[in-house]
T-cell receptor
């Protein structure tokens, strides 16, 4: 199956700082990537759709100025949590479809655990 | 996309078949049924998907009722490593964005 790599796996930061999370498609080109967040014992919540070369599309209730998404190449999307606060502590997961394996399948990264002190 | 209903949790004995049900009574004709699972602190893993015919791959089988209002994921010989949260998701094939909307899923506990 296609491989989606996410980095870092975990990060601890101080309140007020910004954190960048990278999502790479290792063996395919992904024109579209998706960002989810997950709180403990809850399901995944879609945050935004990242489109290569254009602005991201955010789900209702997600602050676009808080969660900056950049999709500058066909293999890399980044999520920056700006001015992080403890309530932003969560598990962030990216995903992408591999056109070569059919748009129906969505492949996920291993996730990034963010802890804001 | 249609909503799905799954039991919150299930237990299964190791080596036995695990049958995970999913109700999707409002499914439309162009919507597929997908199954993903998430092992603790990892990203979700694709298992299988289908439209109306039963499907089988190396991981599992998917049985969809004739009226398509429900389906069952079957893990033929469950192992301890199959302990995870299993998500049943319905998504329109015509949707070209690829995004999946996750429900609460079923927590499957495989016991020795």
């Amino acid at each position: 199956g296609a491989v989606v790599s996410q980095h870092p796996s975990w990060v601890i930061c101080k309140s007020g700082t910004s954190v960048k999370i990278e999502c790479r498609s290792l063996d395919f080109q992904a024109t579209t990537m998706f960002w989810y967040r997950q709180f403990p014992k809850q399901s995944l919540m879609l945050m935004a759709t990242s489109n290569e070369g254009s602005k991201a599309t955010y789900e209702q209730g997600v602050e676009k100025d808080k969660f900056l998404i950049n999709h500058a190449s066909l293999t890399l999307s980044t999520l920056t949590v700006t001015s992080a606060h403890p309530e932003d502590s969560s598990f962030y997961i990216c995903s992408a479809t591999n056109p070569g394996q059919g748009r129906e399948k969505l492949f996920f990264g291993s996730g990034t655990q963010l802890s804001v002190l | 996309d249609a909503k799905t209903t799954q039991p919150t949790s299930m237990d299964c004995a190791e080596g036995r078949a695990a049958n995970l049900p999913c109700n999707h009574s409002t499914i439309s004709g162009n919507e597929y049924v997908y199954w993903y699972r998430q092992i603790h602190s990892q990203g979700p893993q694709y298992i299988i998907h289908g439209l109306k015919n039963n499907e089988t791959n190396e991981m599992a089988s998917l049985i969809i009722t004739e009226d398509r209002k429900s389906s069952t994921l079957i893990l033929p010989h469950a192992t301890l490593r199959d302990t995870a949260v299993y998500y049943c998701i319905v998504r329109a094939f015509s949707s070209n964005t690829g995004k999946l909307i996750f429900g609460q899923g079923t927590t499957l506990q495989v016991k020795p």
